[in-house]
């Protein structure tokens, strides 16, 4: 019944974003051809039958809005990836070249500026860092508890070790993360977008970029070049090339302003974006700012200053340091206490603690950062950014309930699909 919820609603998105229903409907009937299904065009309507008898169908009205009716759950399923796909792509592939003005009159690419101006970008907060805080939190609470029998003091020095390590996750974070303050007055950024069509052939693709690395510094004739390297590449392929500059809504930009953040660009092929909240900056990959168009960007920003109004920093922090008291508590049971089901019992605790509670608060924390930005932007807006920053983990997680389960429980943000539920 939820996955029925899920693409009916998904179909009901699509009919209010999808500028071009028809194209959106040819780009269906194409990847349908690899299932043996019964594809019939029909005046402003696609029909899809599992087999000829066409007992078990799907039909697509796409005049002069997009609806969708379906009794078989085998075509919908498809339909629901396919439609995903779309929604991720825009049916279309694209080329993306991010560029910084210099004085108004040439383009630098902005990769090479990023990459000689600052430290290799590597995610701190990462398992490993916060397996390694809670092994020192442990290492430190067997040390104090032989040397003191104080409670007070060895649970403070745990509670010191916590802190000292979240210290150092945050001065790493800011170090690896010196970028370009996109939110100044002397930065501009560019993106030269080249559109072509969703059947174009990687190798066309992977030619035009191997030539386009070359232009590390343009002008308006060499963007010119470019189009004309574009269409000679690409060819029948080809659609479109724009020079888009990148901007945040006003709206977000007066936030920004009123808290004094900084939205730092840094390089990296990963999409993401963080907030460090000592340092007053928000975090975004070059990878982000490509995939995404400005209002999605500016919906991705307003999710992490929600984060920033929200204080959310302190909230975790808090939470980081209730862990690490559960911690010392489990050390002294073990050292104090030589009943093995005591001691697993108090594992166990900690387990349910964490998962439960711990994770449920970060999930919570992530929920209400994206009310913030629905509420300040759009929650279509920051869907189609979900949509396109994680559609193949949304895929997995579809094919996958154990995925979408382990996402409930043991994950600090709550499932792509729950998520695109509530804001869809």
């Known amino acids: 019944m939820r996955e029925q919820t899920f693409i009916l609603k998904l179909f009901d998105f699509i009919s209010r974003t999808v500028e071009d229903p028809r194209g959106f409907v040819e780009y269906v009937a194409h990847h349908l ?22 007992r078990r169908y799907a039909i697509i009205t796409y005049n002069p809005t997009l609806e969708v009716v379906f009794n078989s759950r085998k075509i919908a399923r498809v339909l629901r990836d396919v439609a995903i796909r779309y929604l991720a792509t825009r049916g279309e592939k694209k080329l993306v070249l991010l560029y910084m003005s210099i004085d108004g009159k040439k383009l630098v690419k902005l990769t090479n500026i990023l990459k000689s101006g600052a430290e290799k970008f590597c995610i701190v907060t990462s398992r490993a860092w916060n397996i390694l805080t809670a092994f020192l939190a442990i290492l430190v609470a067997f040390l104090s508890s032989y040397l003191s029998q104080n409670l007070l003091l060895t649970m403070l020095c745990v509670i010191v070790t916590s802190l000292v390590m979240s210290g150092l996750s945050l001065v790493g974070a800011y170090r690896s993360s010196r970028g370009i303050d996109m939110t100044t007055s002397r930065v501009q950024i560019f993106k030269i977008c080249i559109s072509c069509s969703w059947n174009t052939p990687d190798s066309r693709i992977k030619s035009l970029l191997r030539v386009l690395k070359n232009f590390n510094a ?3 004739d060499s963007i010119n070049n470019i189009t004309s390297l574009s269409r000679m590449f690409l060819g029948n392929y080809f659609k479109d090339i724009k020079i888009i500059p990148v901007k945040l809504s006003e709206i977000v930009m007066e936030y920004i302003r009123k808290l004094g953040v900084k939205i730092l660009i840094i390089h990296s ?31 991705v920003i307003g999710h992490e200053l929600g984060h920033v109004i929200n204080r959310d920093f302190l909230l975790c922090l808090l939470a980081f340091l209730l862990n690490a008291s559960l911690v010392y508590v489990i050390v002294r049971i073990c050292l104090t206490c030589l009943s093995l089901v005591y001691v697993l019992l108090a594992v166990f605790l900690y387990i349910v603690f964490t998962t439960m509670i711990f994770f449920a608060l970060f999930r919570y924390l992530e929920v209400r950062a994206d009310k913030f930005a629905e509420r300040i932007i759009s929650s279509d807006i920051l869907a189609l950014a979900l949509l396109k920053v994680a ?3 949304l895929i997995l997680e579809l094919e996958r309930p154990i995925m979408l389960t382990l996402g409930r429980i043991i994950s600090t943000h709550p499932p792509v699909v729950d998520r695109l539920l509530r804001m869809i």
């Not at 092929?269 to 500016?298: G, H, Q, W």
Request: glycine fraction near 0%; hydrophobic fraction near 45%.
């Open 33 to 54: 051809q690899a299932f043996n299904f019964f594809v019939e065009f029909f005046d402003s309507s696609l029909r899809i039958c599992e087999d000829s008898t066409c």
């Open 269 to 299: 092929d990963s999409c993401n974006a963080f907030t460090l909240p000592v340092f007053k900056s928000i975090v975004v990959t070059t990878r982000l700012i490509a995939i995404l168009d400005n209002d999605e960007l500016s919906a």
């Open 391 to 393: 559609w193949r983990c």
């Open 218 to 220: 343009i002008t308006l």
